[in-house]
């Protein structure tokens, strides 16, 4: 048989397609579809289960804790968002044949190689009051009381965020890296023959022909820290008194820590549809006029 024929034929390509959506929806539909039902529970994860309707949901969309975790995990997304400026600049100058540019790639997939966990460990030295090296260079450029980053409410979460970002600089340098070095060097050089300046060349050649691949970026960077955890976890467990306190994390701590897998499935539910939304809203704000039309 002929793969013409084989891909004209609608149960042979049911076929085919049959494991991955079983897998698809073993590993992905099914869980979702638990977590909304055990929101609609009381549970403790033990003991029998008492449906109580939408309480749980209602609970939620009133509980201000919530909506500060989420406040957090927005205002990641949003300095995430600019920090890919960051990242397209630095690329730019990598993929303009600077010296040592294969050097310096390597050294951003560094944070890659690592993980989570390993570098919240790094980085609670880091920003170690006493002993720290953050603290220890301000107080040789005269600062007499540096502060404690990890436990002072009022700065711990810009400090995560400094973490956070250099974790996934490797990673969205390396995709900015990759369309860049696919744009044809003949337009770069025909740029220059007519006189345009380097940040002409990135702004209204480079730019543009990437534009898809920043799009793309974008919705990973805000989906990415709307669900953020580990990191956090490790290094503070959302305090001091909740100032670091993310939804993923405020989620974690209802259903493990207090053992209220009810109320911790309504809001992993919540943060599902949260992200959904964001999503979508993205995808419509960054889209062609031709891919409206679809």
């Known amino acids: 048989m002929s793969v013409n024929k084989v891909m004209s034929n609608k149960w042979m390509i049911a076929f085919y397609v049959l494991p991955a959506l079983i897998l698809v929806g073993i590993l992905i539909f099914i869980p979702l579809g638990l977590s909304a039902y055990y929101g609609l529970m009381d549970w403790n994860g033990i003991g029998e289960m008492e449906f109580i309707g939408m309480e749980n949901y209602i609970n939620a969309v009133q509980d201000m804790k919530f909506w500060d975790s989420a ?22 100058i990598l993929a303009s044949k600077i010296k040592g540019a294969d050097l310096l790639r390597k050294i951003y997939l560094i944070p890659m190689l690592l993980s989570s ?18 603290n220890k260079m ?3 450029l005269g600062v007499e009381n540096p502060p404690a980053w990890l436990a002072n409410p009022d700065i711990v979460l810009y400090a995560i965020f400094i973490p956070i970002l250099w974790q996934y600089a490797g990673f969205y340098i390396l995709i900015y890296y990759a369309a860049l070095k ?5 337009l770069i050089e025909a740029a220059k023959i007519d006189g345009a300046t380097p940040l002409q060349i990135a702004y209204r ?9 920043v799009k793309v970026t974008i919705v990973l960077a805000i989906v990415g820290s709307l669900k953020y955890f580990d990191l956090i976890y490790v290094m ?10 993310v939804m993923a994390s405020y989620m974690y701590k209802l259903a493990f820590s207090t053992n209220d897998f009810g109320y911790g499935s309504a809001i992993g539910f919540l943060l599902l549809v949260i992200t ?10 960054t889209a062609d006029k031709e891919e409206l039309q679809y």
């Open 117 to 134: 966990v390993a570098i919240a460990q790094l980085w609670i030295k880091v920003f170690n009051p006493s002993n720290g090296i953050l």
């Open 182 to 186: 696919n744009i044809p060097e003949s």
């Open 71 to 92: 406040f957090h995990s927005f205002l990641l997304a949003f300095f995430s968002t600019l920090s890919l400026i960051v990242y397209l600049a630095i690329s730019m």
């Open 236 to 245: 503070t467990g959302g305090g001091p008194n909740g100032a670091s306190e």
């Open 205 to 213: 050649i480079k730019l543009p022909l990437i534009a898809g691949v």
């Open 276 to 285: 959904l939304i964001v999503t979508v809203i993205v995808r419509k704000l």
């Open 138 to 140: 301000l107080m040789g």
